[in-house]
């Protein structure tokens, strides 16, 4: 089994910066893929950005694309995401998520393992 916990979420006024992170415990292995998705209010889960243990395999959705960064410290067994200039439509739960088949895509139906979300709130 694996443990997913998000943290350092957070209220940002627009062009604000925030750090989430995402802590891993349990039966995870390198090949896994890591990734962050996030639910707005009356919206579906829509993926922010992949990548895998070894650094590799970085894939960001388009709307975050050169304000968001993945990143992930195997030490520590910690995915961060660095977000940087945000704006009012990043507004949402933050969701780390697992993927056990390495694949690292953007579908939420591919993730094996969730954890409870963190609240984003940037205000205008």
């Known amino acids: 089994q694996v443990q997913l916990v998000e943290s350092g979420g957070g209220l940002v006024q627009a062009g604000g910066s925030l750090r989430l992170s995402c802590a891993a415990s349990?039966?995870?292995?390198?090949?896994?893929?890591m990734g962050w998705f996030r639910q707005a209010p009356g919206k579906e889960r829509e993926f922010v950005a992949t990548?895998?243990?070894?650094?590799?395999?970085?894939y960001y959705d388009d709307s975050v694309k050169g304000r968001f960064t993945i990143f992930a410290d195997n030490a520590k067994n910690t995915v961060f995401l660095q977000m940087n200039s945000l704006k009012p439509e990043d507004t949402a739960v933050y969701y780390c998520a697992a993927d056990a088949a390495g694949w690292g895509s953007v579908g939420s139906d591919n993730y094996d393992y969730w954890g409870q979300g963190t609240q984003v709130t940037v205000s205008s």
């Open positions: 349990g039966r995870i292995f390198s090949n896994y893929a």
């Open positions: 990548i895998n243990w070894s650094g590799g395999n970085i």
